[in-house]
């Protein structure tokens, strides 16, 4: 099965700085990596995600790359703002037959100081 | 609206009395799962549906129990709760996609959560 491993599991930066936060998968056989979101008291929310055949993906400040040799892919936070403070989770989705449970990583604290 | 819904969204029980967390899409996704949160541990899966009829076991399934007799409901059923099961739950749901007979989940669409109790 999936082994899903996030790094750093809390990250502290001051507003303006970037955050980046990278999620290691062991299933080559994955190809939907997704990030959610999950703010204090409410449900997680995907934010970004991409698929196995592109490298790097962009929606305004944030953005996702991947390493499929690597298997890791990472998401970055440009310009960071108060509001960015939340959980952030990674859940690679393997596409091995008939295999559909789904791992999260263990969650990235991210605290946005003004 | 395009929306996940369960219910109760807080509920307080006692050790051993049967309970139901209710959980309802109606975007007609084929797949729905269920999901515990506990501090520092992340999302667990507990148990997920690809369809009617046919459930699998996540990464923590003991003690629960699901049914899925319609593709928009996914009940929870913990028939004798014990205390190590106070958790905060995400019901979720997904479309599926994949060719040749191979499907797989996408985007997972979260209800608002229950927080349970057992004493």
């Known amino acids: 099965g999936e082994n899903v491993e996030q790094h750093p599991s809390t990250l502290s930066v001051q507003e303006g700085d970037s955050a980046v936060i990278k999620c290691t998968y062991s299933?080559?056989?994955?190809?939907?990596f997704p990030w959610y979101k999950q703010e204090l008291g409410k449900r997680p929310q995907l934010i970004i995600d991409?698929?196995?055949?592109?490298g790097e993906k962009k929606d305004q400040r944030i953005a996702v790359t991947l390493n499929k040799t690597a298997k890791h892919f990472s998401l970055h936070i440009t310009e960071t703002q108060p509001e960015d403070s939340a959980v952030y989770f990674c859940?690679?989705?393997?596409?091995?037959?008939?295999?559909?449970?789904?791992?999260f990583g263990a969650g990235t604290r991210l605290a946005v100081h003004p | 609206e395009a929306q996940v819904t369960q219910n109760p969204r807080y509920l307080i029980t006692v050790t051993g009395k049967k309970l139901t967390v209710t959980c309802s899409q109606n975007?007609?996704?084929?797949?729905m799962s269920w999901y515990r949160q506990d501090p520092g541990l992340g999302l667990r899966q507990i148990y997920y549906?690809?369809?009617?009829?046919?459930?699998d076991k996540g990464d923590v399934p003991e003690g629960y129990k699901v049914s899925r007799k319609e593709k928009r409901n996914f009940p929870l059923i913990l028939e004798s709760p014990s205390p190590n099961q106070t958790s905060l739950y995400f019901c979720?749901?997904?479309?599926?996609?994949?060719?040749?007979?191979?499907?797989?989940?996408?985007?997972?669409?979260f209800g608002p959560g229950t927080r349970l109790t057992v004493l």
């Open positions: 979720a749901s997904s479309r599926t996609s994949g060719t040749g007979g191979v499907r797989r989940s996408n985007e997972q669409f």
């Open positions: 549906s690809m369809n009617v009829e046919v459930t």
């Open positions: 975007m007609n996704h084929e797949y």
């Open positions: 299933d080559s056989a994955s190809n939907y």
């Open positions: 859940a690679p989705i393997p596409v091995s037959g008939g295999y559909n449970k789904l791992i």
């Open positions: 991409i698929r196995s055949n592109v």
